[in-house]
């Protein structure tokens, strides 16, 4: 039945059904982070539990490869009317993080089940030592909050009131959290309605040919980009800022190999496992979705009318060696996965950045840092619990366009809340909200600018979390000349005397008249800066992009009153030094690697990962605080050689990779 017009017809009704179900959520939900800011998904699922058809415009763009095959055979008899649900990352690796609530539902035609309708909520919290649930600081998951296994939420129309009374006693805002996971049923409810009308249009057994071509389709697209590109292999690295409280850089590396209608991502050589909730639950499995959300991003950059759904992920394997940061063992914090999963994202895109160079963009700012409030009302004397913002960076240079200002690329589905509507719903004062000059990395297409946001608090005790605080020490990457964007921040009190530079700090306590400042870094640029026209470096510095002192210093354009100097602008135009380098990563990347070089950080990651997974993080920080005075490979097994020789107690590392092994 299913020729290419019919399959794109097929394919719009699932589109429409599936943004039928966002709009039922985004209007009924009950906190901001859910109807503003848009922090939830919702998706229509075949037989088998695989995702083929997503909303486009609406919800975060992380999940249309995600499977929910692993949840729904956890679960035994269902019945027309049940919902079911999670939130625990380690029960089937759906949830990945405890604030995701995920939540499906059968969709019964003749008395069989012939499709699904699920997604997820960000809850604002779900209990744990921190409001908000997140920290960076955290070491072990029953410290992020309540967790549920898959189970039934709604038992054939009717809500589990045992199930909804625990949240509401371990959660600090119990309505916020039953209002949007009952806005998620009545998004469930109407996918559900329109699946059976599909059926009705097309026929049962048309709606299930339909479900599994779609995925074929996909499938098909994808590889053909594969082989559009050449065969080789590629590496490419990228750095967290801090691997926990103890500030050290967490490295990802990739090893990217295409050959023909394949690709191959070998995760090989990123960080072991880590003492804090950066790290990444796959559970191993090679495709998961959350290891191929940058795929997902390069692969609609290729190609915009390409099918989301499970079928995207067919090409690709992934390697994710048991212990490391990408695959944890249990019970491992994971609540800060999406710091980790910007910065995977900025290493999929560098690899594949040089396999075809001149059609993809510098990186993104990779730093969607999400800003809570706990506070008292004065007026009123309650508690109020609230996601005030997402500070977001700009996205990278383009190959024909500049990059995307304030909230670009793969962070731009998070939405900014209108400042009146927060400060109605949460007792702060704005007092700037705007873009950062200066902050998007030079170049012919210029980085999208960063986005800063200050606000004032009034009540003691205010606590504060920004969790995915990054990115200010490694600058996201400019190429092909381009240049590195500017770096996050941070600041309590800025202007003032007493003001306090806090990095990557993601909690603090705010007393009345404190005002806490943040911004994001912005996107890198793409092509040289020298290269720029003089009019677009003007108009920026009209706009209040770029300050005519950094148009001198990147652009080598000489604008004085206003006008661009066209004489004095080509002398010293013809006097830049031509960049030749691939990537332009920034000073303070170069200082590191000078000390930390490739090869050094590779016999790091040899050497933990012979150890038992409990041993490696404990010994990676170990080495770092022995590595001063020492460069490269062999100052790494100096340190190593001091850290055996304290700690007896550590196991032979070739044992250890024997007992692993076995």
Same mark, same amino acid.
């Given at each position: ?13 699932? @589109?429409?059904?599936?943004?039928? #179900? ?26 088998? !539990? ?5 909303? #486009? ?61 699920? !997604? ?5 919290? #779900? ?26 939420? =709604? ?24 209002? *949007? #996971? ?33 995925? *074929? ?43 023909? *209608? ?30 191929? =959300? ?123 809340? +209108? ?7 949460? +007792? ?27 606000? $004032? ?9 920004? $969790? ?14 381009? $240049? ?9 009190? +800025? ?17 009345? !008249? ?17 290269? $720029? ?30 006008? =661009? ?23 303070? @990347? ?40 020492? =460069? ?9 050689? *001091?850290? @055996? ?18």
């Amino acid at each position: 039945m299913f020729d290419l017009l019919n399959l794109q017809v097929f394919a719009n009704h699932t @589109r429409a059904a599936a943004e039928n #179900m966002a709009y039922t959520l985004q209007r009924t939900a009950h906190s901001a982070f859910v109807k503003e800011t848009e922090d939830f998904t919702v998706m229509l699922i075949n037989r088998k !539990g695989e995702t083929f058809g997503v909303p #486009m415009g609406l919800g975060a763009t992380w999940y249309p490869g995600l499977t929910y095959t692993r949840a729904i055979e956890m679960i035994d008899d269902y019945k027309p009317g049940d919902v079911a649900f999670t939130n625990d990352p380690y029960s089937c690796f759906v949830a990945t993080h405890a604030p995701d609530t995920h939540l499906w539902k059968p969709v019964f035609y003749e008395g069989e089940i012939i499709a699904w309708t699920g !997604g997820h909520i960000h809850n604002t919290d #779900m209990g744990g030592a921190v409001p908000a649930s997140l920290s960076r600081a955290l070491t072990e998951i029953h410290q992020e909050g309540i967790r549920f296994p898959p189970m039934k939420l =709604v038992n054939e129309g009717v809500f589990d009131e045992q199930i909804l009374k625990i949240m509401t006693t371990n959660v600090r805002k119990p309505d916020l959290n039953i209002g *949007d #996971m009952k806005a998620l049923v009545g998004a469930l409810n109407t996918g559900e309605r329109k699946i059976l009308a599909m059926v009705e249009k097309f026929g049962k057994d048309a709606f299930l040919e339909g479900t599994e071509v779609l995925l *074929d389709h996909a499938e098909a697209q994808a590889r053909d980009l594969l082989r559009s590109m050449p065969d080789g292999t590629w590496e490419f690295v990228d750095y967290a800022d801090e691997d926990s409280v103890e500030a050290n850089p967490c490295r990802l590396k990739l090893t990217l190999t295409i050959r023909g *209608d394949e690709a191959l991502l070998d995760f090989t050589g990123s960080d072991p496992q880590l003492g804090s909730s950066l790290n990444v639950p796959s559970g191993g499995d090679p495709r998961h979705t959350m290891l191929l =959300v940058g795929v997902y991003y390069v692969l609609y950059t290729l190609n915009p009318r390409i099918l989301l759904n499970t079928g995207l992920t067919r090409p690709f394997t992934c390697i994710t060696p048991k212990g490391s940061v990408l695959n944890p063992m249990a019970p491992a914090a994971v609540g800060m996965r999406s710091l980790t999963c910007a910065r995977l994202r900025s290493v999929i895109f560098g690899a594949f950045n040089q396999a075809v160079p001149e059609k993809l963009p510098a990186a993104p700012a990779g730093n969607n840092c999400i800003v809570n409030v706990m506070t008292t009302d004065e007026r009123n004397g309650r508690t109020i619990i609230a996601a005030v913002n997402p500070v977001v960076g700009g996205g990278g240079g383009m190959p024909y366009r500049d990059g995307t200002n304030g909230s670009g690329a793969d962070a731009a589905y998070l939405k900014n809340t +209108p400042i009146e509507i927060t400060e109605t719903e949460v +007792p702060i004062e704005f007092v700037k909200y705007g873009l950062a000059k200066d902050s998007g990395g030079p170049g012919r297409w210029r980085g999208g600018l960063a986005t800063e946001m200050a606000f $004032r608090v009034f009540s003691p005790g205010s606590r504060i979390t920004a $969790r995915n605080r990054d990115r200010s020490f490694f600058r996201p990457w400019g190429t092909l000349g381009g $240049r590195a964007a500017g770096l996050s921040d941070m600041v309590l009190n +800025p202007g003032c005397d007493d003001f306090k530079r806090l990095g990557n700090i993601d909690t603090a306590i705010l007393q009345p !008249g404190d005002v806490l400042e943040i911004r994001s870094a912005g996107g890198g640029g793409r092509g040289n800066p020298i290269e $720029r026209e003089t009019w677009r470096v003007a108009q920026d510095v009209a706009r209040g992009y770029v300050s005519a002192e950094a148009a001198e210093r990147e652009y080598g354009v000489i604008i004085r009153d206003g006008v =661009v100097d066209e004489a004095e602008t080509e002398k010293v135009r013809i006097a830049r030094a031509l960049p030749k380098a691939h990537f332009h990563y920034g000073p303070e @990347r170069d200082g590191y690697e000078a000390q930390w070089t490739p090869a050094a950080y590779d016999l790091l990651t040899e050497l933990l990962a012979g150890l038992p997974i409990h041993w490696r993080f404990f010994t990676k920080t170990e080495i770092f605080r022995r590595m001063k005075g020492r =460069v490269g490979p062999e100052g790494v097994a100096a340190a190593f050689a *001091d850290v @055996r020789e304290r700690f007896k107690e550590m196991p032979e590392p070739s044992l250890a990779r024997k007992e692993a092994a076995e």
